[in-house]
């Protein structure tokens, strides 16, 4: 099971009635943010959810609708009396925007670790989740990232009877674990059954539309995607910022095919994001123009 | 005439339905900041005010409550077409603070200058309003502002007539400026009469209460001052963290007789501020628990 929240839909900047775009991921107990702009903490508060579970900060780029807010976001988790380190991920240069953000938040009762993405694409295995950051087209240095949760084959007690497992190994065999016994061998294959179908999270904004984006989004559980104009005749203005419009994001969710797709990151000119889903809907019908604190809980097939 | 909003009442951080304390001043056209904590933006969107005649920010310390708006900040300025330069006014160490903002808002369409206070207590003159930093005492170094707007006298046309000053010159003099014509030199004084009550305000937080607030709010029309704590029993803590409760911001509106005064910066415990009134104004009444958003508009006597 995969809680998904978008805290904000904004880009460019807050406002009064609508937080900048952030993702907030929990799986498990523990919790992932991607992007951390000025007031997603206030975001997260309003939904009621806890800072301490937080354990990994994804960042898409450097613009500060998505990073201004990591100074108070650190400083209020440390309110929350966390003491286990917290691991940031972001493009080459993290570590100059980290300096720059512990120079504004300089106290913290917990490490700050931060990895630089290295590469069009990079995969790390944090919490159980695995998380891909894939390279897109922005003015800046920009990933989106694919959060994918894998399930591994059912356990076959039958097949581990047949076998002769002693039943002590049982459990161990469940997590993945293989164990060495005097002379014997026993592998996780040998009691479970093919791996079941997993839960895919894709994360993509501030980009123009590229291939990867529906490569890593083909037939996700959700895709969280940049919709940052929807009235005619801004396809030029995306091109030069290098955005995308509603309607090229639903280009992506034809390709991609996901189950659900949330539209986010609207320009503040664009005020009223439902209005545009007539002609996002003709393209691909499973998307809707998210809202501030959109959540979806993604439940495995079995579950 | 000054008008005065309180952009925010909370203390240490943002909270959804409080932002953190900032106040803004508006004399002549032109717009003051004091603080710039996270959301300090949106409340200033909020009160639906401009962002592009803001040309000076004066930080108290560099606790992120007061700073991580910044870079948010400066970033909705350059949206609003401002070009001209902003002043920031701050502690030493300011410097290393906004090439840390810098770097979470490199881009922007006009400079920002800022002044390193220097000493105990600096005086500047912008936009017309006196501006006094003076120390006061945190956990860190810490100024409070004095912001007096100074009001010339009347100008006496009879006592002009008199003395024969050509009508040429009658509004030069008025501005305060000096003419020499041929072999007379007017001055201001010749035809201005005493200066009048000018208008005064004073901004503290965060810090004990120390004697030089008292002195610059003497008399004051307006006297903004924490009050972080008002439950009883709070007295240690307060000193602890470098603070003041309520009822010891009441004793220096005793000492310092205000017209007005707002208390502000509240513990994010303290959800209902105006409970304690009943012991602050035992100690001095004209003081109020101020709100979010709490407006007043300052008039010269004669206005």
């Given at each position: 099971m995969l809680d998904i929240t978008l805290l904000g839909t904004g880009g460019m900047m807050p406002l009064p009635r609508r937080w900048v775009t952030s993702l907030l991921v929990r799986y498990n107990g523990a919790s992932l943010l991607v992007d951390c702009g000025e007031g997603t903490q206030i975001a997260?508060?309003?939904?009621?959810?806890?800072?301490?579970?937080?354990?990994?900060i994804l960042l898409t780029h450097f613009h500060a609708d998505h990073i201004a807010g990591l100074p108070g976001?650190?400083?209020?988790?440390?309110?929350?009396?966390?003491?286990?380190?917290?691991t940031v991920i972001g493009p080459r240069g993290l570590s100059r925007i980290m300096t720059a953000v512990r120079t504004i938040a300089p106290e913290l009762p917990f490490e700050v670790n931060f990895i630089e993405i290295d590469g069009n694409e990079q995969t790390f295995l944090i919490?159980?989740?695995?998380?891909?950051?894939?390279?897109?087209?922005?003015?800046?240095?920009?990933?989106?990232?694919?959060?994918?949760?894998?399930?591994?084959?059912?356990?076959?007690?039958?097949?581990?009877?047949?076998?002769?497992?002693?039943?002590?190994?049982?459990?161990?065999?469940?997590?993945?674990?293989?164990?060495?016994d005097g002379a014997r061998i026993y592998t996780p294959e040998m009691v479970l059954g093919?791996?079941?179908?997993?839960?895919?999270?894709?994360?993509?904004?501030?980009?123009?539309p590229v291939p990867a984006i529906a490569e890593h989004a083909l037939n996700a559980d959700l895709l969280v995607c940049e919709g940052m104009y929807g009235e005619p005749g801004m396809d030029k203005k995306a091109r030069e910022h290098r955005h995308m419009t509603?309607?090229?994001?639903?280009?992506?969710?034809?390709?991609?095919?996901p189950v659900n797709m949330w539209l986010t990151h609207y320009s503040p000119s664009l005020v009223r994001p439902d209005q545009y889903m007539g002609s996002v809907h003709a393209i691909y019908p499973n998307v809707i123009a998210a809202k501030d604190g959109q959540e979806i809980t993604l439940k495995f097939e079995d579950e």
């Open positions: 997260l508060r309003e939904k009621g959810w806890s800072f301490k579970p937080v354990n990994t976001f650190f400083l209020t988790m440390g309110n929350s009396d966390r003491t286990e380190p917290v919490d159980g989740m695995e998380i891909t950051a894939f390279r897109v087209q922005h003015n800046i240095v920009c990933y989106a990232y694919e959060i994918s949760v894998r399930r591994k084959g059912r356990f076959d007690a039958a097949r581990a009877k047949a076998q002769e497992i002693p039943l002590r190994f049982w459990n161990p065999l469940q997590r993945g674990e293989t164990i060495e093919e791996e079941r179908k997993g839960l895919k999270v894709v994360y993509a904004t501030d980009t123009r509603m309607q090229e994001a639903a280009q992506i969710g034809k390709d991609a095919q």
